[in-house]
C-alpha cells in the first residue's frame, strides 16, 4: 500500500512534516512502537472473543470508497486479516455521498478512510478525535485526551502544546482507534511555459492563482 511514489509508512496519526516547539514534531515526540506481528495479534483477538462472549468474531464490514485504488487497499486488508487471523471481512464500495452518509451514522464496523489538513498546526490532526468533533466518526471517547485537546487548546507555550501533543498521540496508538497506514502524496506533471503554480499541503492544491502561460521559446 506504500509502494506508490511520495507515500510514506505510518504509525501516526501526526504526519512527519508537522512542526513541534524546536523542530519537527515527531522528532521531538516519535510515535511509541507497541508490540507488533501475528503471535500479538492472535492474543490480543483471543482477548477480544473472551471479552465478547464468543468463540469466533462476527464478519466484520470494511466500508471503503469505490475508485481502483481504494479497492486494492481494501482487498490487502482483506487478505491481511483473514489469512492471518481468520476474520472474515467483507468489503463495502460506496460512492463519496453515501460513504459520508454512513461515516455519519456509524453504520460500519471499520472505515477505511484520511484526513488532510487545514492549516500549519498539530491540532487540525488532534482535534479529530476529541469526543465532540462530528469528524469522529467512530465515537471514540477518552476523557484524557479531551483534556489534552483542551490544554493544546487554550496555552500559547509552544513546548506544552508539544507535549501535549506528544501524549494524544501515545494514547491513540495505545487505544487504537485509527492504524494508521501511510502518508498521502501528490505528482504532477507540469508543462515547462507554465509558471506560478503553488502547490501547498493545506487548501486548494494546486492554487493557479498567481498561474501565468509563459512565451514558447524557439530552439536554435
Do not use: C
Not at 487478505?79 to 461515516?103: V, W
Amino acid at each position: 500500500m506504500v509502494g506508490l511514489p511520495g507515500l510514506l509508512p505510518t504509525e501516526s496519526l501526526f504526519p512527519h512534516w508537522l512542526r513541534g516547539a524546536n523542530g519537527r514534531f515527531r522528532d521531538e515526540y516519535p510515535p511509541p512502537v507497541p508490540a507488533r506481528g501475528l503471535q500479538v495479534a492472535r492474543q490480543w483477538l483471543e482477548q477480544a472473543q473472551r471479552e465478547l462472549g464468543v468463540t469466533r468474531i462476527p464478519r466484520l464490514t470494511l466500508l471503503t470508497r469505490e475508485d481502483p485504488r481504494a479497492a486494492k487497499e481494501a482487498q490487502y486488508l482483506q487478505q491481511l486479516l483473514g489469512k492471518g487471523l481468520g476474520i472474515d471481512l467483507r468489503i463495502e464500495r460506496q460512492n463519496t455521498q453515501q460513504r459520508y452518509a454512513k461515516m455519519a451514522k456509524g453504520e460500519f464496523d471499520i472505515v477505511h478512510t484520511g484526513w488532510g489538513p487545514d492549516y500549519d498546526d498539530p491540532m487540525t490532526f488532534a482535534d479529530v478525535f476529541a469526543s465532540w468533533n462530528k469528524n469522529n466518526r467512530g465515537r471514540y471517547r477518552n476523557a484524557a485526551y479531551d483534556d489534552l485537546v483542551e490544554l493544546a487548546n487554550n496555552t500559547a507555550d509552544p513546548v506544552q502544546r508539544t507535549r501535549a501533543f506528544g501524549m494524544m498521540q501515545a494514547l491513540l496508538i495505545e487505544d487504537a482507534p485509527i492504524l494508521p497506514l501511510y502518508e498521502n502524496s501528490k505528482l504532477y506533471l507540469q508543462h515547462p511555459q507554465l509558471d506560478g503554480v503553488a502547490h501547498t499541503i493545506f487548501g486548494v492544491d494546486p492554487d493557479y492563482r498567481h498561474a501565468r502561460v509563459l512565451p514558447a521559446v524557439s530552439g536554435k
